[in-house]
C-alpha cells in the first residue's frame, strides 16, 4: 500500500491564562488551557492521527503526561518528532487537514501563520495544509466556552513514490 489515512482528535480545558497555542502559533485569549505541555490541540490532534497512520499509539504513549520533561513543552517538538518516526519507516504527510472547534478565540485571522507553521515543521508545501475553524453553535462543552477542541486528518504517502 503507498497511502495511509491517519486521523486525530484532541481536547483542552479552559483555565488562567491569556492566551492559547494552536498550530505553533500564540494566540491572545482570555483565558489559557490546562495541559501538561503547551497544550496546543491543533498540533495534539495532528500527532495523533499522524501516529494512527502508522499504527504507532497516540500521542501519550510518545510523550506521558507523568513524564517531566513534557511539562510546558512546546508542541511542535511533537511534531517534528512524530514527521521523524514517519519518514524513517519511508512515509511523509501528503496532506493534512485540521478543524478547530471553539466559540472564540477567532481562528480565521491565525490560521495562514499556523499552516506556515506546520508545513514548515513538516516539510511540505503550505498547500498541503489545511487550518480551519468552526463553532458547536453554543451547544456542549466548547458551545459554553470550557474548553476548545481540534480534529486532524492526514494522509501519508510512501516517500519513494514521491517525484
Not at 500564540?26 to 494512527?52: I, N, T
Request: with cysteine; aromatic share 4%; hydrophobic share 45%.
Amino acid at each position: 500500500m503507498s497511502v495511509r489515512i491517519g486521523q486525530g482528535y484532541d481536547v483542552h480545558a479552559f483555565g488562567d491564562g491569556d492566551h492559547v497555542v494552536l498550530g505553533g502559533v500564540r494566540v491572545a485569549h482570555e483565558r489559557g488551557v490546562l495541559a501538561h505541555s503547551d497544550g496546543d490541540v491543533v498540533l495534539h490532534a495532528l500527532c495523533d492521527a499522524m501516529l494512527g497512520a502508522l499504527a504507532l499509539g497516540d500521542i501519550g504513549r510518545h510523550f506521558p503526561p507523568s513524564d517531566p520533561q513534557w511539562k510546558g513543552a512546546d508542541s511542535r517538538a511533537f511534531v517534528r518528532h512524530c514527521d521523524a518516526l514517519l519518514r524513517a519507516r519511508g512515509w511523509r504527510v501528503g496532506n493534512a487537514d485540521v478543524t478547530v472547534v471553539c466559540e472564540h478565540p477567532k481562528i480565521g485571522p491565525h490560521a495562514e501563520a499556523m499552516r506556515a507553521c506546520i508545513a514548515g515543521d513538516l516539510g511540505i508545501g503550505v498547500d498541503a495544509v489545511s487550518v480551519k475553524a468552526t463553532t458547536s453553535e453554543r451547544l456542549g462543552f466548547t458551545g459554553r466556552e470550557e474548553g476548545i477542541a481540534a480534529q486532524a486528518v492526514v494522509l501519508l504517502v510512501r516517500a519513494d513514490t514521491l517525484a
